[in-house]
């Protein structure tokens, strides 16, 4: 049976009521703030920027959109990057991640806004008209859910993979999820790398770069957090911001996430080699190399407690 391991909120509703008011009260004050706090981060990152070598993939990520981006994120997310500075030359890239929440690709596109990463994304994910203007915004290619159409699923994922392969040809940054869903358990299983292979088939002039998120797994927007339940999304957002009032804003606790990036040169070697079944030698590499990749190192569910005057929950 799967475990939630959220924090129960057992906090008064006139206390948050309260805290709530008193923010938008002061909110003139508050976003008075949010600029000068974001001017100054802007000008802390074009200066860490200038430390790195001029093809660094850590610069060409790098825009003012997605400082933006970042600030808000980091309001409730302590996002932590290591492995982009090391990484250079030109693209196109393919990245390939793990997937332990729902909103590990808002978090991961923050990143990489510089390059325009479009994804790969289940077309079910896009019922409000806030995230049908992001999926175009985007420019997110969007597949069926082949867990609930079945075998109807197969034309519209040969699609999709097909205009991720033009994609990468024509230049464009895409980012996959090889699993194809999000994760179920602490740990990411792949089934296969099917996906990946028929893309860099198509498109072998790709560098592929392997990204672990770690930190996730146990959020509100992860299934950890919901008994092992698909969470709602836009419910979850919509907590988030209440959240955010309820703390000034800036008094909000804060989970860290890690994203680990490196390259993954040897797929693309892999993939040339194997015959086109499923079962080859180089097919099984990919997916055990990725596992073990993806799941290196990962801490155990966590629930960060929504409220400032709440005690950090323990590991579990």
């Not at 997110?140 to 519209?156: E, F, H, L, Q």
Request: proline share 7%; glycine share 6%.
């Amino acid at each position: 049976m799967p475990v939630s391991y959220n924090l129960p909120d057992r906090t008064p509703a006139l206390p948050r009521a309260l805290s709530a008011g008193a923010c938008i009260l002061l909110a003139p004050a508050l976003c008075a703030l949010m600029l000068i706090l974001f001017a100054a981060n802007l000008a802390r990152l074009r200066a860490s920027m200038q430390s790195l070598p001029k093809d660094s993939l850590a610069r060409r990520v790098a825009s003012p959109r997605g400082a933006a981006l970042c600030f808000l994120v980091a309001l409730r997310y302590r996002v932590k990057i290591t492995g982009l500075a090391q990484l250079q030359g030109k693209g196109p890239f393919l990245f390939l991640s793990n997937h332990p929440s729902l909103l590990d690709p808002f978090i991961l596109y923050a990143s990489l806004d510089g390059l325009r990463p479009r994804f790969l994304a289940d077309e079910n994910q896009f019922t409000s008209a806030l995230l049908r203007w992001v999926k175009n915004v985007a420019k997110v290619i969007t597949i069926p859910d082949y867990t609930v159409a079945g075998p109807k699923a197969r034309a519209g994922l040969l699609r999709g993979l097909a205009e991720t392969s033009a994609a990468l040809a024509a230049g464009d940054q895409v980012a996959v999820y090889p699993a194809g869903l999000m994760q179920r358990e602490h740990k990411e299983k792949l089934h296969n790398t099917s996906s990946v292979s028929r893309i860099l088939q198509a498109a072998p002039n790709t560098r592929v770069i392997a990204v672990r998120v770690s930190g996730m797994w146990g959020s509100s927007f992860s299934r950890a957090g919901h008994n092992g339940e698909k969470p709602d999304f836009m419910a979850m957002l919509k907590l988030g911001a209440c959240t955010l009032l309820s703390n000034f804003i800036f008094f909000t606790p804060r989970r860290t996430v890690h994203l680990h990036f490196a390259e993954a040169s040897f797929i693309l070697d892999a993939i040339k080699k194997e015959n086109g079944e499923a079962a080859s030698p180089g097919r099984k590499a990919i997916t055990a190399w990725l596992e073990t990749y993806f799941n290196h190192a990962q801490p155990p569910a966590m629930s960060v407690p929504r409220y400032f005057w709440q005690k950090r929950h323990k590991k579990s």
